[in-house]
């Protein structure tokens, strides 16, 4: 089984949720750990395959934590390790301002910027970023949030038995 980390932040549960829901799926199936940011060391990545990474999104980015992360993780340290990552957000739909849905679209979302900076550190980003939605900027997740982010865990496993 491929050794498998999920790193996550949350400030209001939202995030933890998601994560979970993808931990409960892929532990069957994959050597998985599930740890918060914060009691997060690079040494846990020495025999890792599969980095899963999910912050939520605060202002158009990922969380201080993962930007934290970014500075100190060496410019190689994911070499040959796979990459997925998520984040959690407000969906657009509710946002009822079109200036500021088009704001929101302009600024962007943490996961992206999550994978490309994992990238940058040597990642193999193995599927494009997901958003996970809340109801309001401290939640709670929208109905189906977490049946989604499961479906989203096969869909993991399902990629990463073919690569």
Do not use: C
Not at 55 to 64: A, I, L, N, Q
């Amino acid at each position: 089984m491929k050794k498998t980390i999920i790193v996550y932040d949350s400030y209001f549960g939202n995030t933890k949720k998601i994560a979970e829901a993808i931990e409960t799926v892929v532990k069957g199936e994959l050597d998985t750990s599930i740890i918060p940011i914060n009691d997060f060391s690079i040494t846990l990545l020495d025999d890792v395959q599969i980095f899963i990474t999910g912050s939520p999104t605060r202002g158009f980015r990922p969380s201080e934590a993962f930007l934290n992360l970014f500075k100190k993780l060496p410019v190689n340290a994911l070499q040959g390790k796979q990459v997925v990552t998520f984040d959690t957000r407000i969906d657009p739909i509710d946002i009822h301002s079109a200036i500021f849905r088009f704001i929101v679209k302009s600024g962007g979302y943490a996961g992206p910027k999550i994978g490309k900076e994992l990238a940058a550190k040597g990642g193999k980003m193995v599927l494009p970023a997901e958003g996970f939605f809340v109801e309001k900027s401290e939640g709670p997740l929208k109905n189906g949030e977490e049946a989604r982010a499961s479906e989203w865990g096969k869909k993991i496993i399902s990629l990463l038995k073919t690569t």
